[in-house]
């Protein structure tokens, strides 16, 4: 059975950073497709980043372009997620998700997609 654990969410100013982590055990995900996404109060949950399992490859949704960077260390079977310059906007519940067969890094990755799920870290950014 394969876990993931994310960490590092927390309330942060309007212009700060938060750096978070995913790490994954029961397996090793080294070949799989690793992705953030998030779910906003009384929203759905949207894709925000994913990376090849080489490193090589990611895709970012429009809000997360120019601020966010996903990055994995296979060798630590972790993901993260470094924000920079959050924004109010960005106030979500975060969740870490993996997916065996996405190779597609032009598009998001769907919600349907995804073979493995997070239980989420709240990340809350204050005007």
């Known amino acids: 059975q394969v876990q993931l654990v994310e960490s590092g969410g927390g309330l942060v100013q309007a212009g700060g950073s938060l750096r978070l982590s995913c790490a994954a055990s029961g397996r090793t995900l080294s070949t799989y497709a690793m992705g953030w996404f998030r779910r906003a109060s009384r929203k759905a949950r949207e894709f925000v980043a994913v990376i090849s399992w080489t490193g090589d490859s990611t895709y970012y949704a429009d809000s997360a372009k120019g601020r966010f960077t996903i990055s994995r260390d296979n060798a630590q079977n972790t993901v993260y997620l470094q924000m920079n310059s959050l924004k109010p906007e960005d106030t979500a519940v975060y969740y870490c998700?993996?997916?065996?067969?996405?190779?597609?890094?032009?598009?998001?990755?769907?919600?349907?997609?995804?073979?493995?799920w997070g239980q989420g870290t709240q990340v809350t950014v204050s005007s």
């Open positions: 998700a993996a997916d065996r067969y996405y190779s597609d890094y032009d598009r998001p990755l769907s919600t349907y997609e995804v073979d493995y």
